[in-house]
């Protein structure tokens, strides 16, 4: 016997799982170009990565820079 998925929260308006969307510039944009290419797949048609995979790191918000040793150096406990 199978496992019970649960179930996940969706959006209302495109009816993908709000998670997928968290933290696109453009919800309805991502949301098309992923129902977009799941059609594709369902069907076997072409898949061009590239298109796929730069529309999803425009669509991508503010990642926080690494910080370096010398960011760090305010931060970090003095010894004594």
Do not use: C, H, W
């Amino acid at each position: 016997m199978a496992r019970k998925q649960r179930r996940v929260p969706k959006d209302k308006a495109t009816g993908l799982p709000k998670k997928y969307l968290s933290g696109a510039k453009n919800r309805s944009a991502k949301a098309r170009e992923i129902k977009r290419t799941a059609e594709a797949y369902k069907a076997g048609e072409f898949i061009d990565i590239k298109a796929v995979s730069a529309s999803r790191s425009k669509q991508g918000g503010k990642t926080k820079s690494k910080t370096t040793k010398r960011g760090n150096k305010g931060r970090a406990k003095k010894k004594g």
